[in-house]
């Protein structure tokens, strides 16, 4: 990711429309599969510590690790736990603590992501919950993610494809941000596609919009305390190491 769009997510994510409806779609994955009394929560790719900042109401500990200094250093701001400089290799006196490990739109920053993902499963102990999010659909390829520093969006078969005989149990696998699919499409579609475009589509909206975009999506959370949705933008998964 670009070091202009670490400023544009601090600024941002409390309050835009997206960051806020899809840190509730986490936390309904945290707290419909996650056992009770969760100790000790990991974010790996924690950002400007937005997720962290609400999952720290929901756990003793909570730890982040990013590798952008600038990241941890907007998230030290923001975040009470320990906010790490690395990949996930400098929680290797960490992991037998771990309850939780969230990956957050951080699959498709990796190039080698099914070693990413397996190195991290096989370092868990059994029963920790992993909850990923990621972007969906080729077809939505744009400058907002080479602004990102995204390597691909996913097909449903290539993200299951990252686990498959991995020591792993598949609890919940769902697209989201259904609702507003078509707006999403329509932008894309409409916009430009020079990759010389150095800008994701993330920007401040009127309080009135932000709101409406908020209602609208948000109500994908509370649908998915009970079932998959049939389609969206995005993917929600929730497994448990075996």
Partial sequence: MHAHEFKIHAELEDHHWWFKARRNVILTLLLRFSSKGVRHIVEIGCGTGGNLRLL????????GVDVSSDAIEYAKERVNGDMLLGDYHVLK????????VLLADVLEHIEDDTGFLGDIIESLKPGTLIIITVPAH???WSNHDVAL???RRYQANTLNNLWENKPVEELFFSPFNFILS????LNRFLQSKDKNTQQSDLEEHSVIVNALLYFLFNLESRWMRYFSLPWGCSYAVALKKI
Avoid: M, Q
């Fill in 56 to 63: 720290g109401e929901y756990a003793d500990k909570v730890t």
């Fill in 93 to 100: 006196d960490k992991w037998h603590d771990v309850d939780v």
């Fill in 138 to 140: 080729k077809i939505l």
């Fill in 149 to 151: 520093g995204h390597k």
């Fill in 182 to 185: 078509p707006l999403v499409f």
